[in-house]
């Protein structure tokens, strides 16, 4: 079996669009968790898929990679706190918020932090965050994080909004937790709302086919309100905003022209 047959039958199987994640990076972790769970070959590896619950659930954990930590590049959170947010409190009475592919939950609850910070009232924004992994979620929902993802949280808010559990283990204070609502999506299948005002999708660009890139580009400007803002990750770019009816602000953030 080829790994271009083995994908496309993966891809029905579990009812993934695998054909927008670019196809090495794919076939490394699929080649990398083979060689963790001793499978012999792709034909045995989609057996395993199709046959044992628990060898399904590491392939899909295998193949998400989680990694997020709080406040993931500090200059890029403080041009949020200091400039985006403030705009679009000023500019308008409720403000939507989407954290798209947001992982273990880090990255909604740094902004939730930030906005509690400047005081802005409950009624005033919603917080939504989504991801394809049911079990990132979970953790999510549950937020307690190790020293490690809290390595760039300001001291001051790390006393103020985590209580240690155990094993340098901490619990995020409740009023923040209430402040996020996390929804399980597929990006690369579902339909998006619309009238965003901020979407956040940091890290998950780099995975995607440059067409994959492209078409999630064009559906979240649609699904941004008149002068949104889309914030990506630090290492991801977009060539030619305008096409996408956006212009760069500054690094990675993104604003919605018309
Ligand atoms: C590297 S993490 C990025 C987390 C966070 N945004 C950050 O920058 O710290 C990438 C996330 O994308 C999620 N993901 C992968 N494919 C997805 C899809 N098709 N739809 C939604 N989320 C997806 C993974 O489950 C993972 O949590």
């Given at each position: 079996?080829t ?21 090495n990076?794919?076939?490394?972790r ?10 012999e ?13 628990d ?7 295998h ?6 930590e ?9 041009f949020?706190?200091t ?10 009475e409720?403000?939507?918020?989407w ?44 937020a ?5 993802a ?6 001051a ?7 240690p ?13 209430r ?7 597929d ?61 760069k ?10």
């Amino acid at each position: 079996m080829t790994f271009s047959e083995f994908k496309d039958q993966v891809a029905r199987e579990l009812d993934l669009r695998l054909d927008s994640y670019k196809l090495n990076r794919v076939e490394r972790r699929v080649y990398s968790l083979m060689r963790r769970h001793q499978v012999e070959d792709l034909s045995e590896c989609l057996q395993r898929i199709r046959g044992d619950k628990d060898f399904k659930e590491a392939f899909v954990k295998h193949f998400t990679i989680n990694t997020s930590e709080f406040f993931r590049n500090p200059t890029s959170f403080k041009f949020l706190e200091t400039r985006v947010l403030p705009l679009l409190f000023q500019e308008n009475e409720k403000v939507n918020i989407w954290s798209a592919a947001c992982s273990n939950g880090s990255e909604p609850y740094s902004v939730a932090m930030l906005i509690n910070e400047m005081g802005i009232s409950r009624d005033r924004y919603q917080i939504v965050a989504t991801d394809i992994d049911r079990f990132i979620l979970e953790a999510a929902h549950q937020a307690v994080y190790n020293d490690q993802a809290l390595l760039r949280v300001e001291p001051a808010l790390r006393e103020k909004y985590f209580t240690p559990v155990a094993d340098d283990r901490y619990q995020l204070d409740a009023r923040i937790k209430r402040q996020v609502r996390f929804v399980y999506q597929d990006l690369l299948k579902e339909e998006f709302s619309s009238n965003w005002n901020l979407i956040i999708c940091r890290n998950f660009f780099i995975y995607l086919t440059r067409e994959g890139k492209d078409t999630l580009t064009r559906r979240f400007a649609e699904s941004l309100a008149y002068r949104g803002i889309l914030f990506l990750g630090n290492t991801e770019f977009i060539f030619e905003p305008g096409a996408f009816n956006l212009k760069k602000i500054e690094g990675s953030f993104y604003q919605k022209l018309s």
